[in-house]
């Protein structure tokens, strides 16, 4: 007997929609569920079995619940605004609204074959006023409550899509939708404040029964880190220069251990230095060569440039150190400048060693020359705060910047 799998699901399929099986009723009684998928772009002719793949594990999870006994709304919708709907309509030279729901209506029709649990009287397009007035409301909140703000910040670009991409969305620095090499490249934005409520956010992070690696994302997003900042002046040769390098610690307690600086590449401070820095070519071309690659690259593998005529000095003992621009330190991260403590910081230590850079190691533990201690303790080689531990230090160094004025907490 041959199974006709194609009628009897197509007669399956109609009298679901019929009785209307997967509607979510308000049952007050039972417990509610949730379950979101990422809506797809209606930017293609049709969807591929990468879409399928998720939306059949959130599906699979939905008809558990059911069984379970939660009312479960488990919703479809289409994002439907932007730059891949944009491009779609200009390749097939129609207007982007004809364009949006011609391959809404295909989207739909693909997954109803299917099956899945979607209750499609809830069925959402981000391009329909009523849903698109409550987004503008939420930005408006923000907006008056001084949450968000305009700047030009570094993003993921895909050249062909012609827009911005999540780290999310790369393979191994390709644009995971078209393959094209995506490059890093500053847009004007809108960037929400969530550091402002960064302590609030990663407490909540306990409550989240998610794995590991997805836990470490999220604080990395949120990307609160507590230390000090502090400015160094900048001398060419014994003339100081205007100019001053900010930098931002965690461990200003290992700051007599600084043997050399680091600049980000995009850092603006070096654009300031110009004329002062004897092999200009060199750092710019440098500078070229690093902006088409992506955060995770430019960490894997230390290089960098000397910048050559001009020195930072640590305010703490006066000494002279030199700068360099390197690409493992980031832009977008604190003030885009770093103090070099190879004796008490892996990277720091790594970089060291390969630029041959001094050693000094000021927190008892580890062995100078094999290692680098990464760990607090008692300060040694520090001056007037040698024998203090760690936390102490911490403490008086920051209180140390604040009464000279030229830094302090953050």
């Known amino acids: 007997?041959?199974?006709?799998?194609?009628?009897?699901?197509?007669?399956?399929?109609?009298?679901?929609?019929?009785?209307?099986?997967?509607?979510?009723?308000?049952?007050?009684?039972?417990?509610?569920?949730?379950?979101?998928?990422?809506?797809?772009?209606?930017?293609?002719a049709g969807l591929h079995v990468g879409h399928l793949r998720g939306y059949i594990a959130t599906d699979v999870i939905s008809r558990m619940k059911m069984m379970q006994g939660f009312n479960v709304l488990h919703p479809m919708g289409w994002d439907a605004?932007?730059?891949?709907?944009?491009?779609?309509?200009?390749?097939?030279?129609?207007?982007?609204?004809?364009?949006?729901?011609?391959?809404?209506?295909?989207?739909?029709?693909?997954l109803s074959k299917i099956g899945f649990t979607y209750d499609w009287e809830r069925e959402i397009n981000t391009t329909d006023p009523n849903?698109?007035?409550?987004?503008?409301?939420?930005?408006l909140q923000l907006f008056k409550a001084g949450l968000v703000y305009?700047?030009?910040?570094?993003?993921?670009?895909?050249?062909?899509?012609?827009?911005?991409?999540?780290?999310?969305?790369?393979?191994?620095?390709?644009?995971e939708r078209c393959g094209s090499r995506v490059e890093k490249r500053p847009l004007r934005q809108w960037v929400i404040k969530i550091t402002k409520y960064a302590d609030r956010l990663l407490k909540d992070l306990k409550y989240l029964s998610w794995p590991e690696h997805i836990i470490k994302m999220q604080k990395d997003w949120i990307g609160k880190s507590e230390g000090v900042e502090f400015e160094m002046k900048v001398f060419k040769g014994n003339e100081e220069l205007k100019e001053k390098i900010r930098v931002f610690t965690t461990r200003i307690d290992t700051v007599f251990g600084m043997t050399y600086v680091v600049l980000a590449p995009e850092n603006k401070i070096i654009e300031n230095l110009k004329l002062q820095i004897k092999n200009w070519k060199e750092i710019e071309k440098y500078r070229k060569e690093v902006e088409a690659k992506l955060a995770e690259e430019r960490e894997k593998e230390k290089t960098g440039i000397k910048v050559e005529g001009i020195l930072a000095e640590n305010p703490f003992n006066k000494e002279k150190v030199p700068i360099f621009v390197s690409e493992y330190v980031l832009a977008d991260y604190a003030t885009g400048s770093i103090m070099g403590v190879p004796a008490h910081d892996k990277r720091d230590f790594e970089f060291a060693k390969k630029?041959?850079?001094?050693?000094?190691?000021?927190?008892?533990?580890?062995?100078?020359?094999?290692?680098?201690?990464?760990?607090?303790?008692?300060?040694?080689?520090?001056?007037?705060?040698?024998?203090?531990?760690?936390?102490?230090?911490?403490?008086?160094?920051?209180?140390?910047?604040?009464?000279?004025?030229?830094?302090?907490?953050?």
């Open 131 to 139: 849903y698109y007035k409550w987004t503008q409301w939420i930005f």
């Open 150 to 175: 305009e700047s030009f910040e570094p993003i993921n670009w895909c050249p062909s899509c012609k827009t911005g991409l999540a780290n999310e969305d790369l393979e191994k620095g390709r644009c």
């Open 81 to 110: 605004f932007g730059l891949p709907a944009e491009n779609y309509a200009l390749q097939h030279k129609i207007h982007p609204e004809i364009a949006v729901r011609r391959n809404i209506k295909n989207f739909k029709k693909q």
């Open 1 to 44: 007997m041959k199974y006709a799998f194609q009628k009897i699901e197509r007669k399956w399929q109609r009298i679901w929609t019929e009785k209307k099986i997967y509607k979510v009723k308000d049952i007050f009684k039972r417990p509610k569920f949730y379950c979101l998928d990422m809506f797809p772009y209606p930017s293609g």
């Open 355 to 410: 630029f041959n850079l001094p050693i000094k190691k000021v927190i008892e533990g580890g062995q100078k020359e094999r290692e680098c201690y990464e760990g607090e303790g008692i300060l040694v080689n520090s001056g007037e705060f040698s024998g203090l531990n760690s936390t102490q230090a911490k403490e008086k160094m920051a209180q140390w910047l604040k009464e000279r004025k030229i830094g302090g907490k953050k």
